[in-house]
């Protein structure tokens, strides 16, 4: 198992034509390294297309979103199988911009969640709080609840990674502090402990990651890598993260 995932958030950016160009950079700066996983998420309509050209030994491959159902009629849906058919490996699950923006609810999540953990796909399970909630010193219990209820029944941990990205520090230019990040991590790794009886799943941190803040943010104990929506776009920026990631390997 790597040491580290970096995961890069396209989000609604770039047409094919880009997307092909960033994976191009990607591909020739990176080399295969087992401590260091890279992955990418971009738009839906791109993946058919990159996972021919991607070399998924060495990038791989991933969703923003999912649904829950398996088939039917849910208009402008993706499934599961859909995804792991086009080569995806990972899926992106509870992004606060589908939580605020789309009414994505913590029961919704936890459909999308045991689904795509039965289906095969590897979960970046996403929570956070707002910065309302960290000032009134309520992140901890926020952060307990969204996984209380996004875990609801889940008892495979195999394909889960969790991402803390405190929904303030979510493209806004402001990090998490150390201590803040390690905290919080510290948190939540307790609870899974407590709640699996393991250690082993990945906890990653977003929120305005960049090539500066990089390398201190991934020697926080109990950060195992990064998810980066901006700075995954730059192929040097998310090339310069990666490579702090194998600098601490
Ligand atoms: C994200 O959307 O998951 C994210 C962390 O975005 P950014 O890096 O732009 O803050």
């Avoid at 209380?148 to 008892?155: E, F, Q, T």
Wanted: charged share 20%.
């Amino acid at each position: 198992m790597s040491k580290y995932l970096i995961a890069g958030n396209w989000k609604m950016n770039t047409n094919l034509d880009e997307a092909k160009k960033i994976t191009d950079s990607l591909h020739s700066f990176i080399g295969f390294d087992s401590e260091v996983e890279m992955l990418i998420c971009p738009p839906f309509t791109h993946l058919v297309f990159l996972s021919e050209i991607i070399d998924l030994s060495r990038i791989s491959l991933g969703a923003q979103n999912v649904h829950y159902e398996e088939k039917g009629a849910f208009t402008g849906e993706i499934s599961n199988e859909m995804l792991l058919s086009v080569g995806c490996e990972y899926v992106i699950i509870g992004h606060s911009e589908r939580r605020t923006l789309f009414g994505e609810t913590d029961e919704m999540v936890n459909k999308k969640v045991m689904n795509s953990l039965k289906t095969g796909l590897r979960v970046i399970l996403c929570i956070g709080e707002t910065l309302e909630e960290r000032e009134s010193d309520n992140t901890n219990s926020v952060l307990e609840t969204q996984l209380n209820k996004a875990l609801l029944g889940v008892d495979t941990t195999i394909n889960l990674k969790i991402a803390y990205e405190p929904v303030w520090a979510i493209g806004t230019g402001r990090t998490a502090s150390v201590e803040q990040i390690s905290e919080t991590h510290g948190f939540i790794s307790n609870y899974l402990n407590n709640r699996f009886g393991t250690n082993t799943i990945k906890k990653l941190y977003g929120g305005s990651m960049n090539s500066e803040n990089a390398k201190e943010i991934l020697s926080i104990p109990n950060v195992n890598g990064d998810l980066i929506g901006g700075a995954s776009l730059k192929p040097e920026n998310f090339i310069s993260i990666y490579n702090s990631a194998l600098e601490l390997c």
